[in-house]
Structures are given as C-alpha cells and as structure tokens.
C-alpha cells in the first residue's frame, strides 16, 4: 500500500499528467511516461533537475536530496518542490515538466552488452 502522500501526487500533478510510484530506496521514485521525474522520502517530494536547471530549482528556495555514505554527504541532483505548487495545479504543471525534461535529457542508457563469440578448437 502506497502512502497517503505518493497517492496525494496524484492530485497535485493533475495538470501535468499520469505520474506512477514505485518503491525504491525506503521512499518512491516517482515516474511519468516511464521517466523517473522524482523521488520521495520522508514524505519530501524531490524533483529530477540537471545543469541548467537545479538553480531555478535554488532560487525558488528549493533543497537537494542528500543522503549519508561513508561518512560522506551525498548531494543529488534531486531538488525539493517549491511548497506553493503543492496548491497550485499550474505551478505543479511547470515545475513537473522541467523536472521531465531534465530527467530525458539526463537519461542514460544502459551500455549494450557484447556478445561472447564462440571460440573454435
């Protein structure tokens, strides 16, 4: 059962579209179109954002996803959504369809794999 937070998701993206949760990493990856858009922890949603755009991401006061790993912070590359577009369908729209865009323009994909020939004796 998903929590009451992922499943208000929903709601707040109405205007940008179908978004999918999925379990990972004790919190939600949050997904569009087969795209991971966002994650969630600790009922913090966290939005995809690259080079050119997590300093929108700052200027709106938003903060990065960080974690602990060895004793090192990790900073992601996962910035908080602004807290006025959870009321504003337009704002959510905006912010979700950057977080998109990076997110497609970021992906990788995964190396193809080389065949093992058979060797001749």
Same mark, same amino acid.
């Given at each position: 059962?998903?929590?009451?937070?992922?499943?208000?998701?929903? @709601?707040?993206?109405?205007?940008?579209?179908? *978004?999918?949760? #999925? +379990?990972?990493?004790?919190?939600?990856?949050?997904?569009? @179109?087969?795209?991971? *858009?966002?994650?969630? *922890?600790? @009922? !913090?949603?966290?939005?995809?954002? &690259?080079?050119?755009?997590?300093?929108?991401?700052? &200027? =709106?006061? $938003?903060? %990065?996803? +960080?974690? @602990?790993?060895?004793?090192?912070?990790?900073?992601?590359?996962?910035?908080?959504? %602004?807290?006025? $577009?959870?009321?504003? %369908? &337009?704002?959510? #729209?905006?912010? $979700?369809?950057? =977080?998109?865009? $990076? =997110?497609?323009? !970021? +992906?990788?994909? =995964? %190396?193809? #794999?080389? #065949?093992?020939?058979?060797?001749? &004796?």
């Amino acid at each position: 059962m998903r929590p009451a937070f992922t499943e208000h998701l929903n @709601e707040v993206f109405r205007a940008f579209g179908a *978004i999918d949760a #999925r +379990r990972m990493f004790g919190g939600y990856g949050i997904y569009h @179109e087969g795209v991971m *858009i966002g994650l969630v *922890i600790d @009922e !913090t949603l966290y939005l995809k954002t &690259d080079a050119g755009t997590h300093e929108r991401f700052q &200027d =709106a006061g $938003a903060e %990065p996803f +960080r974690y @602990e790993k060895r004793g090192e912070t990790v900073v992601t590359s996962y910035y908080s959504m %602004p807290v006025d $577009a959870f009321d504003d %369908p &337009d704002l959510a #729209r905006s912010w $979700a369809s950057v =977080a998109y865009e $990076a =997110a497609l323009r !970021t +992906r990788q994909r =995964a %190396p193809k #794999r080389k #065949r093992k020939s058979a060797k001749a &004796d």
